[in-house]
């Protein structure tokens, strides 16, 4: 069983709609959790950290279930810009990250 | 100037070849990493290294080696390639203070043919 799964997408949307997928994880002493964003087969990029009792960054959502082990992103009023595909991870130390395959997400015009 | 850069960014090597790539930062972050990247899988762990006398594997480490020249250069060499090592790969740079945001390096993608 992978660490991290994710549903791979592609969720397409358009612009302005609200998009929302899960990850979920299978250890349950991971104690930080994250979503990376990756442009086309680029280095992978900090978006936000993901707290318990969930937080906002601008459009985006993130939130935490502790108790089924997944974690949420959920993207307003979507951009062109937020075309990417989204990485999910989890780290149970301040040094091993467990990534997932990731999400993408197109957003059209 | 990029914090983290890799060499080469493309390459293409035949079975059997030695091939090195290098990693160098400009961060002043202690640790370092090396991570792949295939398609439909997440990014795994190669080897990571918490200072210039600490090297340790990561789940993937057989066919590769490194090396921690410095703090600021790690490289990753694949002694004799074999195409199923063809892959993109990624290194990384955190400090050592209890943050656990990595920065990536832009990516090498090599082909082994």
């Known amino acids: 069983r992978k660490e991290v799964e994710q549903d791979p997408g592609p969720f397409n949307v358009p612009e302005g709609a609200t998009v929302a997928f899960n990850c979920t994880y299978s250890n349950s002493a991971s104690q930080s959790f994250f979503w990376y964003r990756q442009d086309c087969r680029k280095e992978p990029k900090l978006l936000m950290s993901?707290?318990?009792s969930g937080n906002e960054d601008g459009r985006f959502t993130a939130q935490l279930n502790r108790a089924s082990q997944y974690i949420s992103l959920l993207i307003r009023d979507s951009k062109l810009s937020d075309s990417a595909t989204y990485l999910c991870v989890v780290s149970f130390n301040d040094y091993k990250l467990s990534f997932g395959a990731g999400t993408t997400v197109t957003v059209r015009a | 100037d990029a914090d983290v850069t890799q060499t080469p960014r493309n390459r293409i090597t035949k079975t059997g070849k030695r091939i090195m790539l290098e990693c160098s930062q400009t961060?002043?972050?202690?640790?370092m990493y090396w991570y792949r990247q295939d398609p439909g899988l997440g990014l795994r762990l190669i080897y990571y290294?918490?200072?210039?006398?600490?090297?340790n594997k990561g789940e993937i480490s057989d066919g590769y080696s490194v090396s921690r020249q410095a703090q600021a250069k790690f490289s990753l060499s694949l002694e004799s390639a074999i195409p199923n090592q063809t892959a993109l790969y990624f290194c990384a740079t955190s400090d050592a203070s209890g943050s656990y945001e990595q920065y990536f390096g832009p990516g090498t993608r090599l082909t082994v043919t």
């Open positions: 961060k002043g972050h202690d640790r």
């Open positions: 290294s918490f200072d210039v006398k600490d090297i």
């Open positions: 993901v707290y318990s």
